[in-house]
């Protein structure tokens, strides 16, 4: 082993620790985040992590690593919800860790009190996941964070939440389960996470203690947010074909060679009347790159 770790130019434990292999990180369980795109360049930016995640970094699953996000300049990254790093710290960390865990991101996510509700009904007091969704917010204000109140929404009313149950018992691709699923749990209980109305919204952040906080949260910073995004197009609303160099030339250059070649150098009139014909549509369109 020593010397496998030699020729990798591995030498102490520090080196050990920095070791990244890509068999570990098919071991590694990733965690949620919300990124949104500022404009058409961050657009751009977010398919190229996608691509990245579903290629290079498939590991046994599409994944993207937080300095790619956070080295996308026209991105804002979000704590995101109940399957985020940041609701883990809340629930089993140290508010040490949850400290340094709000300087990733750009705004930070509050969940309503009934996201916990699963939480709540089996092993967590009601009162200790508000005490901690406070302490977030007193510490994202001391980091200058934008703070909003975020329904981590997975259907639009209640009655739908039937749907979202049969995906959490369903297997995924491979046997992988989802988040929310128990092994041990005979009768689970889930959350709803339907779309909230504002009145709703404000009614399950009341855990902030203060109408001036918790209007600020769920009307205020969003709408900061959204004065901050753009308009962008996701699909060109034209055509839009790939261009090559001189595609349109080099397109002509091969069809007139290949026809004198079958004809001779001058072309009959029938002959060139369907080039003509048939060569127009094909550039006038995009297609010229394609043949």
């Given at each position: 082993?020593?010397?496998?770790?030699?020729?990798?130019?591995?030498?102490?434990l520090?080196?050990?620790d920095?070791?990244?292999e890509?068999?570990?990180y098919?071991k590694?369980?990733?965690?949620?985040?919300?990124?949104?795109a500022?404009?058409?360049?961050?657009?751009?930016e977010?398919?190229k992590?996608i691509?990245l995640?579903?290629?290079?970094?498939?590991?046994?699953g599409?994944k993207?690593f937080m300095?790619?996000i956070?080295?996308?300049?026209n991105?804002?990254?979000?704590?995101?919800?109940?399957d985020?790093?940041?609701?883990?710290l809340i629930?089993?960390g140290?508010?040490?860790?949850?400290k340094?865990?709000i300087k990733?991101?750009?705004?930070?996510?509050?969940?309503p009190?009934?996201a916990?509700?699963?939480k709540?009904?089996?092993s967590?007091?009601?009162s200790?996941?508000?005490?901690m969704?406070?302490?977030v917010?007193?510490?994202?204000?001391?980091?200058?964070?934008?703070?909003?109140?975020?329904g981590?929404v997975?259907?639009?009313?209640?009655?739908?939440k039937?749907?979202?149950e049969v995906?959490?018992?369903?297997k995924?691709?491979g046997?992988v389960?989802h988040p929310?699923y128990?092994?041990?749990?005979?009768?689970p209980?889930y959350?709803?996470l339907?779309?909230?109305?504002?009145k709703?919204?404000?009614?399950?952040?009341?855990?902030?203690?203060d109408?001036?906080i918790i209007?600020?949260v769920v009307?205020k910073?969003?709408?900061?947010?959204?004065d901050?995004?753009?308009?962008?197009?996701i699909?060109?609303d034209?055509?839009?074909?790939p261009?090559f160099?001189?595609?349109v030339?080099?397109?002509?250059?091969?069809?007139?060679?290949?026809?004198?070649?079958?004809?001779?150098?001058?072309l009959?009139?029938i002959?060139?009347e369907?080039?003509?014909?048939?060569?127009?549509?094909?550039?006038e369109?995009?297609?010229?790159v394609?043949?």
């Amino acid at each position: 082993m020593r010397k496998e770790l030699a020729a990798k130019n591995v030498l102490s434990l520090q080196d050990i620790d920095n070791l990244r292999e890509e068999s570990l990180y098919c071991k590694v369980f990733s965690k949620n985040v919300s990124v949104l795109a500022k404009n058409q360049k961050g657009i751009k930016e977010l398919f190229k992590l996608i691509s990245l995640g579903c290629t290079t970094q498939f590991f046994n699953g599409a994944k993207v690593f937080m300095k790619q996000i956070k080295d996308c300049k026209n991105l804002l990254l979000g704590s995101g919800g109940l399957d985020s790093r940041l609701v883990d710290l809340i629930l089993y960390g140290t508010k040490s860790e949850i400290k340094e865990e709000i300087k990733l991101y750009d705004y930070i996510e509050l969940l309503p009190i009934s996201a916990f509700s699963h939480k709540i009904a089996k092993s967590f007091p009601e009162s200790f996941i508000k005490e901690m969704l406070r302490f977030v917010y007193k510490e994202a204000k001391k980091q200058k964070k934008i703070v909003i109140a975020s329904g981590d929404v997975r259907y639009k009313s209640d009655r739908e939440k039937i749907y979202h149950e049969v995906l959490i018992n369903a297997k995924g691709i491979g046997g992988v389960r989802h988040p929310l699923y128990s092994f041990n749990d005979k009768n689970p209980q889930y959350p709803t996470l339907s779309y909230l109305t504002t009145k709703e919204m404000i009614k399950e952040v009341n855990y902030l203690e203060d109408s001036k906080i918790i209007r600020e949260v769920v009307v205020k910073e969003p709408n900061k947010i959204a004065d901050m995004i753009e308009e962008v197009k996701i699909i060109k609303d034209k055509l839009y074909t790939p261009t090559f160099k001189n595609d349109v030339k080099e397109l002509k250059s091969l069809v007139y060679k290949t026809a004198h070649e079958m004809y001779g150098d001058k072309l009959p009139a029938i002959v060139q009347e369907r080039i003509d014909k048939e060569l127009a549509p094909i550039i006038e369109h995009g297609f010229s790159v394609i043949y």
